[in-house]
């Protein structure tokens, strides 16, 4: 069964620290991985998609890596601000033009002034 | 940019009545589905739209019907509601089949049956 396992499940820090939150998956055949920002009450944003190809990806703070062969990606996320607080959901494609994504349950990042 | 628009926003029902989920996108995307997110598990897949005309189960089917009204529409159906339907549902839209292209999400329909 395909599955996106993610951790930690919540995560409180300090403005201006960095963190990294990390995703498993056993989706396979694999194309490509997604982190999305859930903001409370809102639907899920994209942050970043990831081939099989690719190591790394930025988007301004956050930079998503993904190890295809361990079947493992992270997110960290530099100089976080108050406004980072959100769930992080990681999502994984199984083949191109599957439309059934799998999705983990989401890190619940909290940063605290 | 409106994006993906869902109404209503909060719903409560009492078992057994029925009402319709509303999705409307404006960017001309040919994809659309319907999720429903409940504490403690992902988002799951009710069902999608890959193009105007066309409609499929997705992973938890049961309890809805769908209605892909137009390029812009797709509507979500519960005949008759239950509690363990009380969940938060999302619309998306993509421009092709999720597996290539991003998916933009409506803010949600936060639903409750009692």
């Known amino acids: 069964k395909n599955q996106v396992e993610q951790s930690p499940q919540s995560l409180i820090i300090l403005e201006g620290k960095n963190c990294t939150l990390q995703?498993?998956?056993?989706?396979?055949?694999?194309?490509?991985l997604r982190w999305y920002k859930q903001d409370t009450g809102r639907g899920p944003v994209s942050l970043t998609i990831?081939?099989?190809?690719?190591n790394t990806k930025s988007n301004g703070r956050y930079t998503a890596t993904l190890d295809a062969d361990t079947k493992q990606s992270s997110l960290h996320i530099t100089a976080s601000q108050l406004s980072d607080s959100a769930s992080y959901i990681c999502?994984?494609?199984?083949?191109?033009?599957?439309?059934?994504?799998?999705f983990g349950t989401g890190t619940r990042l909290t940063i605290i002034p | 940019n409106a994006g993906v628009t869902q109404t209503p926003k909060f719903q409560v029902l009492k078992t057994g009545q029925s009402m319709t989920l509303q999705c409307a996108q404006d960017?001309?995307?040919?994809?659309m589905y319907w999720y429903r997110q409940d504490p403690g598990m992902g988002l799951r897949l009710i069902y999608y739209?890959?193009?105007?005309?066309?409609?499929d189960k997705g992973e938890v089917p049961n309890g809805y019907n769908v209605s892909r009204l137009n390029k812009r529409e797709f509507s979500l159906r519960l005949e008759s509601a239950a509690p363990s339907q009380t969940s938060v549902y999302f619309c998306?839209?993509?421009?092709?089949?999720?597996?290539?292209?991003?998916?933009?999400f409506g803010q949600g329909t936060r639903l409750t049956v009692v």
């Open positions: 998306a839209s993509s421009e092709t089949p999720t597996g290539w292209a991003e998916a933009f």
């Open positions: 995703c498993n998956y056993t989706v396979s055949p694999f194309s490509n």
């Open positions: 990831m081939t099989f190809s690719e």
């Open positions: 999502v994984v494609s199984p083949n191109f033009g599957n439309e059934k994504l799998t």
């Open positions: 960017m001309n995307h040919n994809s």
């Open positions: 739209s890959a193009s105007e005309g066309t409609t």
